[in-house]
């Protein structure tokens, strides 16, 4: 869900760039507690990287109008911040100021100085200095407030809405291992809490040049290290010795890591992928597609430079041919063309004026992108947009209420996420849309899209679904949405009741307007309109229980159930109706826990051919320190005898260990578990890698990325890690889930695109051992729960298979997984010092976090006894320049990309003495060779400036 809401973004930006960090230690970073300033917060930070204190002004002016600048702290010396936030009151032209100044005042000591004051009167709703304590503070009567008299007050963690004192003097924080945190105010100030606890400095009005000021004291349980500023913080240790990334942007020249060969080019020459149970079957025989995101008019890239070569080169988009070629050369054969009719322009091949017509020449681009793509052996899944449809100026005409959603200068409006489930106009648009473009005949290909078998899946409903917040969301926003849903609703309740009296007779006296305090007041049953308000907090099985309208809300997710299935069976038979033969995704959304999830994912399975999914991480450090958790906890979706597709994921920047994503997708994900498809997440892609990190949040053709994709290709597509035959069952009965009941309690986190799923039965780790999946039944059946023990092993979870091991970590930069199969064998994480015993080689990293695989080359090779192997050695990826404390980027720096150099010992168990080969970024021999002795190999990034060695034995 990216770029939708500008809103959105930045929040998802803020919580990736803010909290995110990076491997290893720094050369003077302490191992104890630090305080540092980024932007306008002040953060304390703990030894095992947790988020403890979070310190900061909000300003909001008359009617929470929030006042936003882009002043931050910046550093007077190595001991002081000061932060001079200037503007005006949100919502209003008054001028105002905020200082504030962080200074460490003694070993355990930081005092930070806040003052507030406009140049004219003014109204305002607050100006305060906010302070936000982590999860170690959580508990009973853990924070303790003193006001100016003395008098204390005890308040539990986390917190809610509440005013603390009028006047504070004191603030006290127990952590759970018993370390206090003191905070003393000077002079004392009202303060009330709303999540965190807010100083408040001026609320209701101010006066012109009264400066209100506060000095807060925060003493510290122990010394700290204080970063005031980017300057204070050093690279990381021996930075110095990193090299710069120089993989070529002529994707043509031959290459040892290449997988053009491996492709079946073009795609669909022997016909339809298509589904037999839980797998994807191509010419007989199980297909695994291993691919990437293109996003926008990205999706219809020139033909040739023409006259625009300027501009091409300078983002790097690169002709669709050099696309094609370059993602055939990195094992990548499907591209899931996202957004591309989003609109005109930047936002897809649109026509000005309509959604159900096509730019003639961004059409064009795109017919030959599909061509090249299926030349090179690349297979399509098409994405039309956000789930949000965009209305062009001619479409508007054809709905009468196409005023309520806002439009742009160009005429085009915004319909929103909900909107589409009971709007039949625009439900009829998205179809005809859909339609028109499978019916389209590629001037290149010479026949109709539906006829092509490059084009493997079309996708009906991105990052939506009826059961999501969205819908209610619609009611509030679009009155005549509002009123269609009513009306819908009631019309279901008079079918399935008949009268107002049996109606009531199950809801209770009081169902009918029991949703008022959520806005859907207005309700009669003479004047026929009740409205479908299915909060997803109020249904999930822990309201759903103490509700007193628990049958209304029951009622309301059938209700909805079936009105989603009847949109995607239509949606389905239109597009059968062109002759499409290939495969059809309906959504790929969760919907909260419990019931309405269940029943979401029911719907995806019974309407579509696969179950898809989308996830994120933007935690702190590394997936490898949880097993099961963050991205791979998707899998928990999957469903028996259906395809797994996860079409969006990504480690967004500015994470460090990007590496690690495509080794435990490809592994557990697509391996163990037996996914059939992948698609990284990215907005932009080029013809090449890009010249820096950060150029967006989610990057694809970085070394940390792509540049261990000719490993995990390999294995993914030679199929090295075998899909486990351990079944770990839930079962769900859909009949069951209208009566609320289920027999697991599972929980889903969800924090925008980021999510995490679990069971009480079968937890998230699970999928560390064996293949989880979601069984749909006829009739209750209970769900076992699922014991580890047998599995673990030397302090590792090892897979039911034995090719897989996973060592969990006991802080977010710990933990690593191996890899032992014939063709892969490999070592990904924190595992340095650590000697690795696989099946052909023993590997023995020296850096800190790295992965290092050993690969055969060939398409049906192995290790035991391939001539031709590739070893891969990737770890961290920094700018020049980029400076990271504890996950924080401090200065995201400038090209060139410098590789942190692995340094590893390999030992071969096979017998014979090759030829080891250095090659250079893009894969070619270099005419650098390695010493080998008795099977033993000494590979040092720091020397020979490589991340790839080619192994030729005689």
């Known amino acids: 869900m990216k770029f939708k809401q500008p809103g959105r973004i930045i929040s998802i930006w803020l919580a990736a760039a803010l909290s995110l960090f990076a491997a290893g230690t720094t050369r003077a970073t302490p191992t104890g507690l630090i305080v540092l300033t980024q932007g306008k917060i002040i953060r304390v930070v703990s030894a095992n990287h947790a988020d403890l204190l979070n310190i900061s002004p909000l300003i909001w002016g008359p009617h929470w109008s929030y006042t936003w600048t882009r002043n931050t702290f910046t550093a007077s010396g190595n001991n002081q911040a000061n932060l001079a936030m200037q503007g005006n009151l949100g919502g209003t032209k008054i001028p105002f100021v905020f200082h504030a100044i962080a200074q460490k005042t003694g070993p355990r000591e930081l005092t930070i100085t806040a003052a ?246 961004a059409l064009s681009r795109l017919d030959s992108f599909i061509n090249q793509l299926r030349l090179h052996g690349i297979y399509c899944e098409l994405s039309a947009n956000f789930g949000s449809v965009p209305l062009g100026p001619q479409d508007a005409a054809k709905i009468p209420y196409a005023k309520e959603w806002p439009a742009d200068a160009t005429g085009w409006r915004n319909t929103g996420e909900g909107s589409l489930w009971f709007s039949p106009q625009l439900q009829k648009l998205q179809i005809e849309q859909e339609v028109n473009f499978l019916k389209h005949r590629n001037s290149y290909t010479g026949g109709p899209n539906a006829d092509d078998p490059a084009i493997f899946c079309v996708e009906l409903v991105n990052e939506n679904d009826i059961f999501f917040w969205t819908t209610t969301g619609a009611f509030r926003q679009y009155p005549a949405i509002k009123k269609l849903a009513g009306q819908e609703f009631f019309r279901w309740l008079k079918n399935r009741y008949h009268t107002r009296k049996a109606l009531l007779a199950t809801w209770g006296p009081r169902g009918i307007n029991a949703m008022a305090g959520d806005g859907f007041s207005g309700e009669s049953w003479h004047r026929g309109i009740i409205y479908p308000d299915a909060n997803l907090w109020e249904v999930s099985p822990q309201q759903l229980a103490k509700s007193p309208f628990k049958a209304r809300l029951l009622d309301t997710l059938r209700f909805l159930y079936h009105r989603q299935n009847a949109f995607y069976h239509r949606y389905v038979k239109a597009i059968r109706g062109t002759g499409y033969k290939g495969l059809i995704v309906t959504s790929n959304w969760q919907a909260g826990s419990g019931y309405a999830n269940y029943l979401n994912l029911s719907s995806d399975a019974s309407c579509g051919n696969i179950i898809d999914r989308h996830n994120y991480f933007a935690g702190r450090g590394s997936m490898l320190v949880s097993p099961g958790d963050a991205i791979l906890s998707s899998g928990m979706e999957q469903v028996q005898n259906r395809p797994f597709m996860l079409s969006e994921w990504s480690s967004v920047f500015p994470n460090q260990f990007g590496v690690e994503g495509p080794t435990i997708i490809g592994a557990y994900g697509m391996g163990l578990n037996g996914w ?48 486990s035959r351990l079944l770990l069952h839930r079962y769900v009965c859909v009949k069951d889930l209208f009566h609320a009941r289920l027999g697991f309690t599972d929980t889903i986190t969800q924090n925008g695109d980021v999510k995490s799923f679990t069971t009480n039965k079968v937890p998230a780790a699970a999928l560390a051992v064996g293949h989880c999946v979601v069984a749909f039944t006829k009739r209750f059946t209970p769900t076992s ?170």
């Open 785 to 954: 729960t699922v014991s580890l023990k047998a599995y673990r092993k030397d302090g590792m979870l090892c897979s039911s298979t034995g090719q897989l091991a996973w060592h969990a970590g006991s802080m977010p930069t710990s933990g690593f997984i191996t890899i032992n199969t014939p063709g892969t064998q490999a070592v990904v994480g924190f595992a340095a010092g650590r000697k690795i015993n696989l099946n052909n080689v023993v590997i023995t990293p020296q850096t800190r976090f790295a992965a290092i695989y050993v690969t055969a080359l060939a398409r049906h090779g192995t290790i035991a006894a391939s001539h031709r192997i590739l070893i891969t050695t990737i770890a961290r990826v920094y700018n020049t320049g980029m400076k990271m404390v504890r996950g924080y980027l401090m200065n995201a720096g400038q090209p060139p990309m410098r590789m942190e150099p692995v340094q590893v010992n390999l030992t071969l168990k096979r017998p014979g003495t090759p030829t080891v080969y250095v090659l250079n970024d893009a894969g070619q021999r270099t005419g650098k060779t390695l010493p080998i002795t008795g099977g033993q190999l000494v590979l040092d990034g720091a020397a020979t400036h490589a991340v790839y060695y080619e192994l030729v034995y005689p």
């Open 116 to 361: 507030f004051h406009t140049l004219k009167n003014a109204d305002l709703t607050a100006a305060v200095l906010a302070i936000s304590a982590g999860s170690d503070f959580a508990g009973l009567n853990q924070t303790t407030c003193y006001n100016a008299a003395g008098v204390t007050k005890s308040i539990s963690l986390p917190i809610g809405n509440s005013r603390v004192s009028n006047a504070l003097r004191k603030l006290v924080l127990k952590s759970a291992s018993g370390k206090i945190y003191k905070l003393s105010l000077n002079p004392a100030v009202p303060c009330i809490t709303a999540g965190d606890f807010r100083l408040q400095l001026a609320t209701h009005h101010i006066q012109a040049g009264v400066q209100r000021r506060v000095v807060a004291t925060l003493t510290l349980p122990e010394d700290f290290t204080f970063y005031s500023g980017q300057a204070s913080v050093p690279p990381p240790a021996n930075f110095h010795g990193w090299f710069p990334w120089n993989a070529t942007r002529l994707p043509h020249t031959p290459s040892v890591i290449s997988m053009k060969k491996w492709l079946s080019a073009p795609a669909g020459k022997y016909g339809w992928i298509t589904q037999d149970g839980s797998r994807l079957i191509y010419h007989g025989q199980p297909m695994k597609l291993w691919g990437v995101n293109t996003s926008y008019s990205q999706c219809a890239p020139p033909r040739t430079w023409g006259t625009k070569k300027a501009w091409y080169k300078r983002w790097g988009v690169g002709t669709g041919a050099a696309r094609a070629n370059f993602y055939a050369r990195y094992g990548i054969n499907l591209v899931r063309l996202h957004k591309f009719v989003s609109g005109p322009g930047w936002a897809g091949i649109c026509s000005n004026r309509s959604l159900v017509r096509f730019n003639p020449l």
């Open 676 to 723: 059939d498809s992948s698609q990284i997440f990215a907005v932009s892609a080029r013809a090449g890698f890009d010249s820096a990190v950060g150029r967006n949040q989610w990057q694809v053709n970085v070394p940390q990325i792509l540049g261990i994709f000719p490993a995990v290709a390999r294995q993914v597509m030679r199929g090295d890690v075998q899909e």
